[in-house]
C-alpha cells in the first residue's frame, strides 16, 4: 500500500460480492449475487455498511429474497437501485419495490 494509505478489513464472510455503491453520506452498499452461472452459492441480497464513529460501524440487509443475480448498484437522486434479473429495484421502507 503507498505511503499515506491504509487497507481495513470492512466486511468479511460474502459469499459472491458483484457491486459497491456509495450513497451520498458515505454508506457503502455491497451487493451479493446469489446466482453464478446456475448455481445458488449465496442469497441474492445487498448489505448496507455505515461508519458510525472512529471505532463504531454498522452492517445492515437492505435488501434480500432478490431475483438472482444481482448485477449492480445504483446510487441516484437519494435512492438506491438495484440490477437483478430483469428487474430495476428500490429498497423502501423494508420491503422491495420493482
Known sequence: ???GYRVEVVLAGLQYPSSVEFDDRGS???????NIDGD????????KYTQTGPTTRTNEV???NLMGP???L???????YISHRGKI??????RVRD
Open 62 to 64: 437492505v435488501a434480500d
Open 74 to 80: 445504483l446510487w441516484h437522486g437519494g435512492r438506491l
Open 89 to 94: 429495484s428500490v429498497p423502501e421502507a423494508g
Open 70 to 72: 444481482v448485477t449492480d
Open 1 to 3: 500500500v503507498p505511503a
Open 28 to 34: 457503502m452498499y455491497v451487493a451479493e449475487a446469489g
Open 40 to 47: 445458488w452459492v449465496a442469497p441474492a441480497r445487498v448489505i
